[in-house]
């Protein structure tokens, strides 16, 4: 059993929280013994005044952690570029991320999740592909290709897209059939794209168009 | 086993009796006893089930009943004033509410929630959540440390991320309610609205982003 220390930004660190204690309760009950013992959470320097759980106690800022061994680490911040910064500053500490899903998760039994995911999604198809550190939460992945450090937020569905790199898709976004939606981009909430959007640019609407900065 | 009867026979009425019927069905696949026994309703409109595949018959109108024994009281209306005005009418009377949970839902156990709440199957409520009283999420996302107020209710496929949805609101479905925002009490969120500002009391706002209509 190791020690899972969560690294979040805001509440969402509670919402992995529910996922990993989620997955240890559906190890324990099939007998395989529990996976992980929940000691805390590590968040950005900036933002430690603010962010105080009842059931998840503070640890110390992201910046000063001693990484030590027999811990883990899983990613509960949504937003691509601060995630993988912090992921990147945490290996330079040899800090290790566990992969959690939540026991309600279909996927084929085969499947096999890459580092630091966070799979909470209300489908996933052997023919996925799922890069590292990819957060899906309450969303429909289907059979996507969705790549590394993106986010794919509650009730999504991109289910035969090609999502980039470190994409944000935010709640209740349609993204459709065989569209491309290039790295570092981020579709709004309720949007629905129908034609693919380039790399780094913000969209929205019905059907989604791009935002003016 | 805990008698119950519903108030309201309307399509929250029904929201609720499925999930009280579905939770003794869940029960019964686990060998374990059903907790609830559907007396069945009270609704001002006798004839409200006709039609429906619903055994549990309507018992007598709301504005003549009071409390009989030892029964508890769910909650089956959405409108939040509504909601507000029939739940001190018939507390004053001495109706007891309890709160219904699916146990389909995915509910944290570390929230707080307040009497008279309902809660559908296929909703999430996350970590460190407060419900007030009578709160209604119904297939809803509401993230941790979310914070909704009395009366309020939430419809199909909602997210509210981590922000604060004060007393007697009304979101409509796919509505968002983004992180850090705060809707201020007896304000209407209107279908597939997304909230990026904080909203005043009392206010309709609609789009994406939502602003004040009307």
Redesign the interface.
């Known amino acids: 059993m190791k020690d899972l220390v969560i690294v979040c930004e805001d509440s969402f660190g509670l919402d992995v929280k529910m996922i990993a204690e989620g997955m240890d309760a559906y190890y324990v009950k099939n007998n395989r013994g529990h996976l992980f013992d929940i000691i805390g959470f590590i968040c950005p320097e900036n933002v430690k005044e603010k962010l105080q759980f009842k059931t998840l106690p503070f640890l110390s800022t992201i910046e000063d952690y001693q990484v030590s061994d027999n811990m883990v680490f899983a990613m509960g911040i949504v937003d691509p570029g601060r995630k993988e910064k912090y992921i990147r500053l945490l290996k330079e500490k040899n800090a290790e991320f566990v992969t959690l899903w939540a026991p309600w998760v279909l996927a084929p039994l085969t499947m096999k999740f890459k580092e630091g995911c966070i799979i909470a999604a209300h489908s996933i198809k052997e023919n996925a592909e799922i890069g590292e550190f990819v957060t899906m939460f309450h969303s429909m992945a289907g059979g996507a290709k969705v790549g590394s450090f993106s986010s794919i937020m509650s009730y999504a569905n991109v289910t035969t897209a090609d999502i980039g790199e470190g994409v944000y898709i935010a709640p209740n976004c349609a993204v459709m059939e065989n569209v491309v939606v290039g790295e570092k981009s981020v579709i709004f909430p309720n949007s629905v794209v129908v034609k693919n959007v380039k790399a780094n640019t913000k969209v929205s609407g019905i059907p989604a168009r791009k935002v003016k900065d | 086993m805990q008698d119950v009867i519903i108030v309201c026979a309307g399509s929250y009425g029904k929201e609720a009796y499925w999930v009280l019927h579905e939770n003794n069905r869940q029960a019964k696949l686990k060998g374990l006893e059903e907790p609830y026994n559907i007396l069945g309703f009270i609704n001002d409109k006798l004839d409200a089930l006709d039609g429906y595949d619903i055994n549990e018959p309507i018992l007598g109108t709301i504005q003549d009943w009071y409390p009989k024994g030892d029964e508890k009281y769910v909650m089956g209306l959405g409108t939040p004033k509504d909601k507000k005005m029939l739940a001190e009418k018939l507390m004053a009377r001495g109706f007891q509410f309890i709160n219904a949970v699916s146990d389909l839902a995915?509910v944290?156990p570390?929230i707080k929630m307040g009497i008279g709440c309902l809660i559908t199957m296929g909703s999430?409520v996350?970590?460190?959540v407060e419900l007030g009283d009578f709160t209604n999420i119904n297939g809803s996302?509401i993230?941790?440390?979310?914070k909704i107020g009395s009366y309020s209710t939430t419809t199909g496929?909602t997210?509210v991320?981590?922000a604060t949805v004060k007393e007697g609101v009304y979101i409509g479905s796919?509505a968002?309610i983004?992180?850090g925002c705060t809707v201020g009490a007896w304000s209407q969120v209107a279908v597939?609205?997304?909230v990026t500002e904080d909203v005043r009391p009392g206010v309709t706002v609609f789009g994406?982003p939502a602003q004040e209509i009307g």
């Open positions: 995915n944290s570390d999430t996350g970590c460190e996302m993230y941790s440390g979310a496929f997210v991320e981590n796919k968002v983004t992180n597939g609205s997304v994406m």
